[in-house]
């Protein structure tokens, strides 16, 4: 049986992402594509490396036949989602890849977003995307959202260790580098070429950065406890790619051992030798996540490093593992993709 797929917000980088994994899909077919301000435009004309492909016109939301659609992809700006979902057919699956559904609580929401949730009665059904932590969840859920892309990171890496109790809740770093892809595709002033290159800064420091939020939600909820963490992202020159350098206190045998029992059997999760650390290069394009692990010199602290591609594992790979769940699919058909290198 072939899906019918519709991706609602194809033009910006997560959209055209999907397009790339879902067109060597054995059991999806693009049926739809909107990109409300490219409306009549050819994704070939928005994205000329998708020229090969046979694909729809893009149009508006509003334009879209959702009775012939199995499963909606929402890729559309973050506070966008939630009007545009509530007003789509009720039996229709749908995978969102913003911020709009992730948080459960509507205080935290406003608390990190600075509105009121408009959809509160579908924040409370949305299922939280980090795969390999709610998959029972996903494959009976009718909405999913999908994480961000360096909370993920920063999950991968320390979430197996606040459920095996094996490092101090009260003393986790997360300093995260992040390529500039993550931004979007809107054109801002300090996403020029001029502004970016040749350097790289830190940004929402101490506490501001919205995907603290998720941290707060997920591990507090793996621990049983409140848990906050200290976390500082940094945008650097690159196109793709996430690596998170946690610090912890803990012992790096049992560390190491953690990790590697809990994704021991997770097709797109891998823990390196000890003491080896991942590369962004050796996972680009693709929904692998690599993770590592070294002691430090200092006695009782351990450095564990994770990447990914934010673009992939980060966003719409992701989406696509869900919504191969949601579909009864085998979770990896599409996603099997080497890494590109160099």
């Not at 797929?5 to 033009?11: C, D, N, P």
């Not at 360096?150 to 300093?175: F, H, M, S």
């Not at 939020?213 to 793996?222: I, L, M, P, T, Y």
Request: hydrophobic share 45%; aromatic share 6%; glycine share 8%.
């Amino acid at each position: 049986m072939v899906h019918n797929i519709a991706i609602l917000g194809a033009s910006g980088y997560t959209g055209a992402e999907l397009v790339r994994l879902i067109a060597t899909h054995p059991a999806m077919r693009i049926v739809a594509l909107s990109g409300d301000r490219k409306a009549g435009m050819q994704m070939a004309e928005v994205f000329p490396h998708l020229r090969h492909l046979d694909l729809p016109e893009l149009v508006r939301i509003e334009d879209i036949d959702f009775a012939q659609v199995d499963l909606a992809f929402c890729a559309l700006p973050h506070a966008t989602s939630q009007a545009v979902i509530k007003g789509l057919p009720s039996d229709l699956k749908v995978v969102d890849l913003s911020a709009d559904f992730r948080l459960r609580d509507p205080a935290e929401y406003l608390k990190w977003y600075g509105k009121p949730h408009e959809a509160l009665e579908l924040q409370a059904q949305a299922v939280y995307g980090l795969t390999e932590f709610y998959r029972d969840e996903i494959r009976a859920a009718r909405l999913v959202a999908g994480t961000g892309c360096n909370a993920a990171t920063g999950q991968y890496a320390l979430r197996p260790l606040i459920e095996a109790g094996v490092i101090d809740l009260d003393e986790i770093i997360i300093d995260l580098k992040a390529a500039v892809s993550g931004a979007g595709r809107s054109l801002k002033e300090n996403l020029l070429h001029a502004e970016l290159s040749e350097g790289y800064h830190a940004y929402s420091a101490g506490g501001t950065h919205r995907h603290l939020g998720e941290f707060d939600q997920e591990f507090s909820r793996a621990a049983g406890r409140p848990v906050r963490v200290q976390f500082t992202p940094h945008l650097i020159p690159a196109n793709r790619g996430i690596l998170a350098t946690v610090y912890v206190r803990g012992q790096a045998d049992a560390i190491h051992a953690a990790l590697a029992a809990r994704y021991d059997a997770e097709p797109f999760l891998t823990v390196l030798p000890m003491g080896e650390l991942p590369s962004t290069r050796h996972i680009r394009g693709s929904n692998f996540v690599h993770i590592g692990v070294m002691a430090d010199r200092i006695p009782g602290r351990v450095i564990v490093v994770a990447v990914l591609d934010n673009l992939t594992k980060g966003s719409s790979g992701q989406a696509l593992q869900n919504a191969n769940l949601m579909l009864g699919l085998d979770e990896t058909t599409g996603l099997m993709l080497a890494p590109v290198f160099p």
